[in-house]
Antibody, heavy 118, light 110 residues
Framework: QVTLKESGPALVKPTQTLTLTCTFSGFSLSTSGMRMSWIRQPPGKALQWLAR???????FYSRSLKTRLTISKDTSKNQVVLTMTNMDPVDTATYYC??????????WGQGTLVTVSS | QSALTQPASVSGSPGQSITISCTGT?????????VSWYQQHPGKAPKLMIYEGSKWPSGVSNRFSGSKSGNTASLTISGLQAEDEADYYCCSYAGSSTYVFGTGTKVTVL
């Protein structure tokens, strides 16, 4: 059974760095071909793809946010971590992690709401 | 990397069929057979409904079907049911290992 769960602070201040952790089970990110992503959704708005990390540690980012994002993995802990620097109120959103299969996001976490406010 | 364009809302009566369009460009929808569709109920995580343009994940009803013509993908829901009322998002691979989502469509069952 595949499960994913996001964790991190519910509230961050402007200019701070956000660190989110996705803890998953039911598969290994060290398996050849395995890929995972982070996606976010501002309240009442559309989904936005943020980043992807592959089993071989290749990393890819949204062009518009590339300078602020870092994705990493800890295979031994079954975790994927996303950091986003210089947080702004417009970054207030629910952040999801998801597993990628056949070019689609097949399994999703429940999401974690992050509010950016002073 | 602009968002794919979807109609803001689509509605239909129970039992009817509706179609949601998803318009991209020759750099995303038009170039790859990697369009996926997601259903999202309020307060819930998105759920994969269609992948690779027209394939069903295990457990998804075949009342949902996907297709593509040129730079536009479509999701058709047949035999509309009350439980289909939700937001729907398309997503396309956009090259260079990046992805782009659609603007989202609210489906209302009248």
């Amino acid at each position: 059974q595949v499960t994913l769960k996001e964790s991190g602070p519910a509230l961050v201040k402007p200019t701070q760095t956000l660190t989110l952790t996705c803890t998953f089970s039911g598969f290994s990110l060290s398996t050849s071909g395995m890929r995972m992503s982070w996606i976010r959704q501002p309240p009442g708005k559309a989904l936005q793809w943020l980043a992807r990390i592959d089993w071989d540690d290749d990393k890819f980012y949204s062009r518009s946010l590339k300078t602020r994002l870092t994705i990493s993995k800890d295979t031994s802990k079954n975790q994927v971590v996303l950091t986003m620097t210089n947080m702004d109120p417009v970054d207030t959103a629910t952040y999801y992690c998801a597993r990628i299969d056949f070019g689609s996001f097949s399994y999703w976490g429940q999401g974690t709401l992050v509010t950016v406010s002073s | 990397q602009s968002a794919l364009t979807q109609p803001a809302s689509v509605s239909g009566s129970p039992g009817q069929s509706i179609t949601i369009s998803c318009t991209g460009t020759s750099s995303d929808v038009g170039s790859y057979d990697l369009v996926s569709w997601y259903q999202q109920h309020p307060g819930k995580a998105p759920k994969l409904m269609i992948y690779e343009g027209s394939k069903w994940p295990s457990g998804v009803s075949n009342r949902f079907s996907g297709s593509k013509s040129g730079n536009t993908a479509s999701l058709t829901i047949s035999g509309l049911q009350a439980e289909d009322e939700a937001d729907y998002y398309c997503c396309s691979y956009a090259g260079s290992s990046t992805y782009v989502f659609g603007t989202g469509t609210k489906v209302t069952v009248l």
